[in-house]
């Protein structure tokens, strides 16, 4: 069956055709700036040319429609007609406790995820917008919707509680969501797999450390904790976001500099984090590169990050009692040996050893990076999100 998933932004749209019988991409890409100008990207496998062009699209709708039409292109193309796209598979970022599983998205879905944006006002909108607008191109493909949130709405109350006045929860769901919930079950999936651990008996621990970056407890195959919260802020030291904080401290920042709720967000959101800490940059690659020649902050901001990632992953294996297996993916967990090191560096006192050769692993490769006679395998396990939601809709059809 062929799956066409998209992922739609505030002014981007990211998409990928997929064989569910065969799990091969046969096409993806992105449309940026849409709104803007319009920069249109066409990766179709099988050794054609990459196509990268300008395209006007002031719209989702026009980006949605482009694709359709690259993809139906009788020179380009990887399929001959609209009809062989048999669904659509959309990456909804904010299910609140209304999804706990993928859905086939009718008006009333619709919404309840529009109902969900107040908890996601970036994202939900822009989901909105891709799901109205491939119901309108594709009238006959089912189109199912797959939530970042509903893997961990298996957290336990007292998991996901907050402990402010609990009115807030019952008047506004104020409480723990989590995110990354497709990559986090897709990885807690394959690692039992690779691990020949039965996933529902198992203690899993899945560190998604990308830009955005989040730590799961796996507890027999279902998430039971997870480091992000109510949003994607709270939890690790990310990218640019601060994660855990004393909201004291930002009160007090507030009042010392005059700083306005909204500025106050966006400082939390966009100059935090690593970029805040080192003032150089959000990409771990520069900050090692910056540490090694003596940049202090640069050195600092690792330091802040692996250590708050090792405080989870601690604080996970108490909770849990126990773990059978610890999984790394995503941009960072996927290429960054210097972090998996000193993670496991510190799980010494538990048996758990780095095989500094395999430890290499970068781009992409599913490896296990523990020595064979430590007592608790870690594995490198490539994510792939699109994947995961091209399973979920064929799934969910059938
Ligand atoms: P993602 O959001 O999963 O695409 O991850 C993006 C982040 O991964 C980047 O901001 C980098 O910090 C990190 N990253 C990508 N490649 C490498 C690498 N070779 N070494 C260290 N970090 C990397």
Not at 105 to 133: R, Y
Request: proline share 3%; aromatic share 8%.
């Amino acid at each position: 069956m062929d799956v066409l998933v998209i992922n739609c932004g505030s002014s981007s749209l990211k998409y990928q055709l997929i064989d569910t019988d065969t799990e091969k991409v046969m096409a993806k890409g992105i449309c940026e700036r849409i709104g803007v100008d319009g920069l249109f990207t066409y990766k179709p496998t099988g050794g054609m040319a990459i196509k990268k062009a300008e395209f006007d699209m002031p719209t989702h709708t026009e980006a949605v429609q482009h694709v359709i039409d690259t993809l139906t292109d009788p020179e380009n193309g990887v399929i001959e007609s609209l009809d062989d796209i048999a669904a659509v598979g959309h990456r909804i970022v904010h299910g609140g406790e209304k999804f706990a599983e993928s859905v086939i998205i009718d008006d009333e879905v619709i919404k309840e995820v529009e109902e969900c944006s107040a908890l996601a006002p970036l994202h939900n909108p822009a989901n909105v917008i891709g799901i109205k607008t491939c119901m309108k191109l594709m009238p006959n493909a089912p189109q199912i919707g797959v939530f970042d949130t509903a893997f961990h709405q298996t957290m336990r109350d007292y998991v996901y509680t907050y402990a402010i006045p609990y009115e807030y929860y019952e008047k506004y769901k104020v409480r723990r969501y989590g995110f990354h919930g497709t990559s986090h079950s897709f990885v807690s999936k394959r690692l039992a797999e690779v691990c020949d651990i039965d996933l529902d008996t198992s203690k899993l621990i899945v560190c998604h450390l990308g830009g955005g970056a989040s730590v799961t407890a796996v507890y027999r195959g279902k998430s039971f904790d997870t480091s992000m919260g109510l949003t994607p802020l709270e939890g690790l030291a990310m990218g640019t976001r601060s994660g855990d904080i004393d909201i004291g401290a930002i009160n007090y920042i507030a009042e010392k500099e005059g700083m306005s709720f909204e500025e106050i967000m966006d400082m939390l959101n966009k100059k935090s984090g690593v970029l805040g800490i080192s003032g150089n940059s959000s990409d771990f690659r520069d900050l090692w590169n910056s540490r090694a020649v003596g940049d202090e902050r640069s050195g600092l901001a690792l330091d802040v990050f692996c250590y708050r990632l090792i405080k989870y992953v601690g604080a996970y294996i108490a909770a849990m009692n126990g773990v059978d297996a610890i999984a790394f993916t995503a941009g960072i967990g996927e290429n960054d040996e210097g972090v998996r090191q000193r993670v496991i560096d510190k799980l010494n006192y538990m048996g758990v050893f780095l095989d500094g050769e395999a430890n290499q692993a970068r781009y992409g490769k599913e490896v296990r990076i523990s020595t064979p006679d430590s007592k608790i395998p870690v594995w490198v396990i490539p994510t792939d999100e699109e994947l995961a939601i091209a399973r979920e809709t064929a799934a969910l059809l059938k």
